[in-house]
């Protein structure tokens, strides 16, 4: 049997299979014994200084040095560079770094490489706030793009700043330089083994309807699990508008 501890909102523990989810919400999860028998952890969170694996370093690299499967969803692939940051090359292969990512909303198309987290998956297009220009392990080693595209000028049309525009990433746009929005990892052995990835795609709700785009993050999962990701990829029934307005918090 597998175990995925997913951060995800809006769900509870589910069996299906040989496979076991664990969902905690609401911060780093209390019970560090969840972590005991993971086969994969994924992160849906808040970034930055305030990213809940900020105080949980140490516990991230024990994980990945035992071969754990890691993954980051959105806002929980940015965390401060330095020390936070080089973790996260060791562990999922690259993250949002200040000053050199950005984070405009545009419409990106995705045509799909061969990769088992791209089976069934089919080439698609959504407007979402796609992160990029992420900083990525020297020369890429154990990276692997898995969805691209390249970003119109328009999506730096804001001033430089942390999160907006900087001069590398104006250029790399100028070169028409295609961007990594998500990809896959394969840790050396030197690091653990195991396996990660980074989505820098969750920011509107709504897109989880998309089959595609759900599909492509749940074959992910399955993959940094060490599941064999089905030909057709992992299937879920499209969540009806009740069920995605079961857990949504109302904005202020």
């Known amino acids: 049997a597998y175990e995925i501890s997913i951060g995800l909102v809006g769900s509870e523990m589910c069996r299906r299979d040989s496979i ?3 969902v905690t919400t609401n911060g780093w999860p209390t019970d560090a014994s969840i972590f005991d028998n993971a086969a994969a952890v994924v992160i849906y969170s808040d970034g930055g200084n305030g990213h809940p694996a900020m105080k949980q370093l140490e516990l991230l ?16 692939v940015e965390i401060p560079k330095g020390a936070p940051g080089d973790l996260f090359l060791d562990v999922i292969g690259g993250y949002f770094e200040t000053d050199w990512s950005v984070n405009p909303h545009w419409h990106a198309q995705f045509q799909m ?29 154990g990276v692997t793009p898995i969805l691209s595209d390249v970003p119109g000028p328009d999506t730096l049309s804001r001033p430089d700043g942390a999160h907006s525009g900087n001069p590398a990433v104006r250029e790399a746009v100028a070169r028409r330089e295609p961007q990594h929005v998500m990809w896959a990892f394969e840790r050396p052995q030197v690091l653990g083994g195991g396996r990660g990835f980074g989505f820098t795609g969750g920011h509107f709700h709504k897109n989880w309807q998309n089959d595609d785009q759900r599909r492509v993050v749940l074959n992910a999962i399955a993959w940094i699990s060490g599941l064999d990701v089905p030909a057709t990829g992992v299937k879920s029934p499209t969540p009806t508008d009740e069920e995605m307005a079961a857990n949504l918090d109302q904005k202020k």
Request: with cysteine; aromatic share 12%.
């Open 113 to 141: 490489p061969k990769h088992a987290i791209t089976q069934g998956v089919n080439p698609y297009g959504i407007v979402d706030e796609w992160y990029y220009h992420m900083r990525f392990r020297p020369s890429m080693a």
């Open 61 to 76: 690299k024990s994980l990945a040095q035992r071969g754990t499967g890691i993954g980051c969803i959105h806002y929980a």
């Open 20 to 22: 076991e989810t664990v």
